[in-house]
Nanobody
Framework: QVQLVESGGGLVQAGGSLRLSCAAS????????VAWFRQAPGKEREFVAQ????????FYRDSVKGRFTISREYAENTVYLQMNSLNPEDTAVYYC??????????????????WGQGTQVTVSS
């Protein structure tokens, strides 16, 4: 199994930016499709963004299009989520998720096998 570790969360003001990182603590997940989910208190976990493997296609929920960018650096065995123009509505625990050999869009959490522990993102107004 691959172990995922998220980092980069923190407190920012509205309009600010953060870059989240998702890395394998050991081994590699370069052959996995990777997604970011988030969960706010009292809310369901929701899909944020995905980068497929194979193919490298990216998908985003409508509310983050144009603001968030998912990318991966294979040499570093890391997937990033660049978040710009953050809103208080973006406040949530952000989770990295992965599964092997998925080249299509996958927005349901049950479609992913491996999860990180989450990193808190708080956007103040």
């Amino acid at each position: 199994q691959v172990q995922l570790v998220e980092s980069g969360g923190g407190l920012v003001q509205a309009g600010g930016s953060l870059r989240l990182s998702c890395a394998a603590s050991e081994g590699t997940f370069n052959s996995y499709t990777v997604a970011w989910f988030r969960q706010a208190p009292g809310k369901e976990r929701e899909f944020v963004a995905q980068v497929t493997w194979p193919g490298g296609s990216t998908f985003y929920r409508d509310s983050v299009k144009g603001r968030f960018t998912i990318s991966r650096e294979y040499a570093e065995n890391t997937v990033y989520l660049q978040m710009n123009s953050l809103n208080p509505e973006d406040t949530a625990v952000y989770y990295c998720a992965a599964r092997r050999y998925l080249a299509t869009v996958a927005t349901r959490s049950a479609m992913y096998d491996y999860w990180g522990q989450g990193t808190q993102v708080t956007v103040s107004s």
